[in-house]
């Protein structure tokens, strides 16, 4: 094989990898401790994670487990973008435990901490005794709370549900996401100043929202 024919081949793979990048991975970039702008409280619909994880995850999905939102993470943002595996410092086991359950399943805790909680500029205590009490100031609007039947829902009427339980919050301090190419709902983010009052999400994660979820209307899976 001549060196032209060599040159072209890799060029194609390396055209190939690069085109193959998430979106989210793109918008990483490695940062300093305790400099962004401004935090996501992010909640995922547990339903919609075990109907493609299930068989992978049976803490989270297991017989009976019925859960419907969980805490995901608490990530710091840039208005666009976002900071990632800040420092190498690590979470001490005795802090795990003292926050048994607040995510579903064991593994959320080291990855959530090393890859946002070290961005935060806060001690492992502090981090997760902010995303615990960010999480329960949360009031899941009842529809949500253990639906037995899936239901259909637009950006527009999730955003009112939450918003009339949750009276701090404002319509864009709220995103919606969605799974499947728009079909299904998979988390909704919840936006906070740094210090940790209801905020307003960026124009970036809004704009991401719309996209995410841009058919006419998504499905709410039912708990399981």
Not at 125 to 149: C, G
């Amino acid at each position: 094989m001549n060196l032209s024919i060599k040159n072209l081949i890799f060029t194609s793979s390396l055209l190939i990898t690069t085109l193959t990048i998430p979106n989210s991975a793109l918008s990483q970039t490695t940062g300093n401790p305790g400099k962004f702008d401004f935090y996501v409280l992010t909640l995922s619909w547990s339903p919609d994670h075990c109907a493609r994880n299930g068989k992978r995850d049976v803490e989270q999905c297991g017989t009976g487990k019925k859960y419907g939102f969980v805490l995901h993470g608490l990530w710091p943002q840039y208005k666009t973008g976002y900071p990632a595996n800040c420092s190498t410092e690590k979470l001490p086991p005795l802090v795990k435990q003292k926050f048994r359950g607040l995510f579903p399943n064991e593994r959320l805790f080291n990855h959530q901490w090393q890859k946002h909680g070290t961005c935060t500029g806060k001690k492992p205590i502090e981090y997760l005794t902010l995303s615990r009490n960010l999480k329960y100031s949360v009031v899941i609007p009842a529809n949500y709370k253990s639906p037995e039947n899936p239901f259909r829902t637009t950006i527009k009427d999730l955003k009112t549900n939450f918003l009339s339980y949750n009276k701090q919050f404002t319509v864009n301090g709220i995103a919606p996401f969605c799974s499947d190419s728009g079909r299904f709902l998979k988390e909704v983010f919840f936006c906070y100043s740094k210090d940790g009052k209801p905020g307003v999400c960026s124009a970036e994660i809004l704009k991401r929202s719309q996209k995410s979820c841009g058919q006419d209307n998504f499905l709410v899976r039912n708990v399981r």
